[in-house]
């Protein structure tokens, strides 16, 4: 390893240490969080989500929120209402990267321990996240310039590879997760940006 490796190595191992103070933080937080404030920011979500449903696209992909993540299950139920396409993510083995189609309120399942709930449909390919005009993505925070710190699995940035190009990327986070300063989260090279975010305080285009 030449001296250039090492220092790389040595700034990657600080950025992943700040993630990993940073995840400890924010997930604290969340375990706070009483049952009605997780409610009251579902039903916020979903009504600060009114730009997102009024966009055209024909299919969405967002997540089954765990572990008190914010609950964005009033957007898949409202888009599959509206006659959309609702993509959620069903874990294939060793964690491959699929999808399956949502057929409305209660359609998930649980698959194998130790999983979310998902889809009981036919298992999708990851790149049916091609033709998905919006994507609505958990998170811990995001900042201004639109970094995304994850659970630290890197899940969501692998599927990202496959996204549209002119595809809305929006995180959710509750809205004291939301660092509105550009760069205000260490980021690694490896990192996806997210152009939107919804919070129960509203939505907001990110650069």
């Not at 969340?30 to 024909?58: F, G, W």
């Not at 959309?84 to 998930?108: C, F, H, I, N």
Request: a negative charge.
């Amino acid at each position: 390893m030449n001296k250039e490796q090492s220092f790389d190595a040595v700034v990657e191992e600080d950025i992943e240490d700040k993630k990993a103070a940073l995840r400890a933080k924010v997930r604290a937080c969340r375990k706070k969080l009483t049952s009605q404030a997780r409610k009251e920011a579902a039903k916020n979500i979903l009504d600060a989500a009114a730009p997102v449903l009024e966009r055209e696209d024909e299919t969405i992909a967002s997540y089954v929120p765990v572990n008190a993540e914010p609950d964005v299950m009033g957007i898949a139920n409202e888009a599959f209402r509206q006659g959309k396409e609702v993509l959620l993510p069903r874990l294939g083995p060793k964690l491959s990267r699929t999808w399956a189609l949502y057929r409305g309120p209660g359609d998930l399942q649980v698959h194998a321990p130790g999983r979310p709930p998902a889809p009981s449909g036919e298992i999708l390919s990851p790149d049916v996240i091609s033709r998905a005009g919006l994507l609505i993505l958990p998170a811990l925070s995001i900042d201004r310039s639109g970094n995304r710190l994850g659970q630290g699995g890197g899940w969501y940035d692998h599927i990202l590879e496959n996204a549209s190009a002119d595809a809305c990327i929006c995180a959710v986070v509750y809205t004291s997760e939301f660092l509105d300063a550009e760069n205000a989260l260490p980021i690694a090279p490896h990192d996806k940006k997210v152009n939107a975010v919804l919070t129960p305080a509203g939505f907001l285009y990110l650069n």
